[in-house]
C-alpha cells in the first residue's frame, strides 16, 4: 500500500533478505489493521491502530534499496530511461493486477456506492482507466465511483503506490544529484514538517493516515511521509555501516508488530500524544529498524525460507488484498446491524489467508512471468 518495493538488484551486490522480510510483516500488519477497520467507529478505536504507519516503513525501505542498488550505477551504464523502465517493469504489472481485481470487485457488489447510490458502467470504466495508469480521481467526480473520496476507489492502497512513483522520479531527476550534506538536510526539513503535521493534528485525528485522498491536508501530508522516509532511506544507503546483531529480524519483526497494533495513545482529548507517538515510530524508530535489518543475516535455513517467502508475496500481497476487503466490508455491513467481530472472525480469516494465497498465485503465474518477459523484450 512498498509502499514497499525492491529494485532489481546488481548481481554483483549481495542481497539483503532479512529487509525483504521486514516487508512481509508489514504488508500483513497492513491486512491486520484494514481487517479491524471494518470494526471500528472511528481512527481512535480501531484495532491494530498504527497499521498504515507501515508506508512509511515501505518507503524508507524503498529509499534504502534503490540507493543500495542504483546509486554507484548512474556515472557507468545507468541511464534514465534504463532506470524508468526497470521501476515500471518491477511495479506496474501489479499494479494493473490490482485495478483489474478492483473493478471485478465493485461490479460483484453491484456497481453501487456505499449509499446504495447505481454507478453507471461507464464511470466505472474510466475509474479503471485512472487507476491503470496511477492517475488520481478527483473527489466528488463520476469517477469516485464508491463515494468516499479515494484517489484510487477501485483498490485503495494504490495511492501509496502512486507516491512511491513520484519519489522514483524525484529521486532520478534530482535528489541522486545532492551530496550527501544536502541530503541530510532535506530529510531533516522534511522531518520537522512531518512531525509538526502530526502533533498538529492536521489529519483529524491526530494520525499520520493520509495521503489516499485528495480531500483536506491529504495530497500535503502524503508528500511530507513520502519525501522524509523515502530521503531518509536514501541518506542511510549512502551512510550504512553494519552493526552486529543476532536474532535480527525476529526483533525487528516483534518491534514492527507491536507499534502497529498499539491501540490509540491519548485518546479523543489529546490527539497530539497519538501524533507524537506516530513522529518518533515514523522519524526516529522504523529507520532504526531498518539499519538493524540491513546489518543482520540469516544464520539458518528456516529464517531464510520465511524471510524469501515475506518478501515474494509482500508486494502482492499489499496490492491484491484490498479488492477482497472491500467485498468483507460490504458483507459485514450489509445488512441491517453491523456484524460483531466475535461471529465475523472465520470471513476476516478467510481473507487473510485468500489475500496471501491470490497473491502467491499473481506472483507465481501472472507477475513474475510477465517481468521476465518484459526484461527480455527490454
Not at 551486490?13 to 521486514?22: N, T, V
Not at 493486477?97 to 470487485?105: C, E, S
Not at 501509496?160 to 512513483?165: D, K, N, R
Not at 529507520?287 to 543482520?296: F, Q, V, Y
Request: proline residues 5%.
Amino acid at each position: 500500500m512498498k509502499n514497499a518495493n525492491s529494485p532489481v538488484f546488481s548481481d554483483s551486490k549481495p542481497h539483503y533478505e532479512l529487509l525483504d522480510g521486514l516487508r512481509g510483516v508489514a504488508a500483513l500488519m497492513v491486512m491486520f489493521y484494514h481487517i479491524g477497520e471494518g470494526f471500528a467507529t472511528s481512527p481512535v478505536d480501531q484495532h491494530v491502530n498504527h497499521g498504515y504507519l507501515a508506508v512509511d516503513f515501505f518507503f524508507i525501505l524503498s529509499g534504502f534499496v534503490i540507493g543500495y542498488a542504483y546509486d554507484d550505477r548512474w556515472k557507468t551504464s545507468l541511464t534514465l530511461k534504463n532506470f524508468f523502465r526497470r521501476r515500471l517493469i518491477r511495479l506496474h504489472p501489479m499494479v494493473i493486477m490490482g485495478a483489474v481485481l478492483g473493478v471485478v470487485a465493485f461490479c460483484i457488489q453491484g456497481r453501487v456506492q456505499w449509499d446504495g447510490t447505481q454507478v453507471p458502467l461507464t464511470m466505472v470504466l474510466i475509474a479503471l482507466l485512472l487507476n491503470l495508469f496511477l492517475l488520481p480521481v478527483v473527489p466528488g467526480t463520476g469517477a469516485d465511483v464508491r463515494g468516499n473520496n479515494e484517489m484510487f476507489p477501485l483498490n485503495g492502497p494504490s495511492w501509496s503506490l502512486f507516491f512511491e512513483y513520484i519519489g522514483n522520479i524525484l529521486y532520478a531527476l534530482f535528489i541522486r544529484k545532492m551530496s550527501t550534506k544536502a541530503l541530510a538536510v532535506l530529510v531533516s526539513v522534511a522531518g520537522l514538517g512531518l512531525g509538526a503535521f502530526a502533533v498538529c493534528n492536521l489529519s483529524g485525528f491526530g494520525h499520520l493516515g493520509v495521503g489516499w485522498s485528495m480531500t483536506d491536508w491529504n495530497l500535503p501530508g502524503g508528500f511530507l511521509r513520502l519525501m522524509f522516509s523515502f530521503s531518509t532511506g536514501l541518506l542511510m544507503s549512502r551512510v550504512f555501516r553494519p552493526v552486529n546483531i543476532r536474532g535480527a529480524f525476529w526483533i525487528c519483526s516483534a518491534i514492527v508488530c507491536v507499534l502497529l497494533a498499539l491501540p490509540h495513545i491519548g485518546g479523543g482529548e489529546k490527539l497530539w500524544l497519538n501524533g507524537l507517538y506516530e513522529a518518533v515510530c515514523t522519524i526516529f524508530i522504523f529507520p532504526a529498524l531498518i539499519w538493524l535489518g540491513a546489518s543482520g543475516k540469516t544464520t539458518d535455513k528456516a529464517t531464510s525460507r520465511v524471510c524469501k517467502f515475506l518478501g515474494d508475496i509482500s508486494y502482492p500481497v499489499y496490492v491484491v488484498h484490498y479488492p477482497l476487503m472491500y467485498l468483507f466490508y460490504a458483507w459485514l455491513w450489509g445488512g441491517e446491524e453491523k456484524i460483531p467481530f466475535s461471529q465475523a472472525w472465520p470471513a476476516a480469516a478467510a481473507v487473510i489467508i485468500g489475500s496471501i494465497v491470490l497473491a502467491w498465485l499473481c506472483l507465481k503465474f501472472y507477475d513474475e512471468p510477465l517481468r521476465r518477459w518484459l526484461g527480455k523484450k527490454s
